[in-house]
């Protein structure tokens, strides 16, 4: 299993409107980023995320599941631009912000650190371990 971050804006789209979408889930639409794109091509079903907002709080919030392998974004016609599906898996007791993640040194390596603007990012094993315990939920 891989892991990683997805961050949204949560005035576009929130930890509640994941939830709400239950176990069918929703496609992670409108990324137009290579790298990111790219990221989303290495992913699996039943790959781990964290679901991230990214605007007010700017905290990870709770643990979403890939539910579909990449496909075509639904948002566009261009046939560059791929998606996966998330459902949300947990939430957080408690949120772990970007300012709890770049105090600690185990961190600094990590995207979310290094290159703040990339939607869809891998995180390490350590990181996921790391973090969950931070948001205390489990891994």
Not at 61 to 82: F, K, L, M
Not at 88 to 96: L, M, N, T, Y
Not at 106 to 124: E, I, Y
Request: glycine share 6%; net charge negative.
């Amino acid at each position: 299993m891989a892991y990683w971050l997805f961050k949204s804006e949560p005035s576009t789209w929130s930890w509640k409107d994941q939830v709400d979408k239950g176990d069918t889930g929703e496609e992670w639409d409108g990324v137009r980023n290579y790298q990111a794109r790219n990221f989303m091509r290495d992913m699996a079903v039943g790959d781990r995320g964290f679901f991230y907002h990214s605007q007010g709080e700017r905290a990870i919030v709770g643990i979403v599941e890939v539910s579909a392998a990449a496909h075509q974004d639904s948002s566009t016609d261009d046939p560059r631009w791929e998606c996966v599906d998330i459902k949300a898996v947990r939430p957080f007791s408690v949120p772990v912000t970007l300012d709890d993640i770049k105090a600690d040194d185990r961190f600094a390596d990590m995207p979310l650190v290094k290159s703040p603007r990339l939607s869809v990012q891998p995180v390490t094993d350590e990181q996921w371990s790391a973090i969950c315990a931070m948001g205390r939920t489990e891994p």
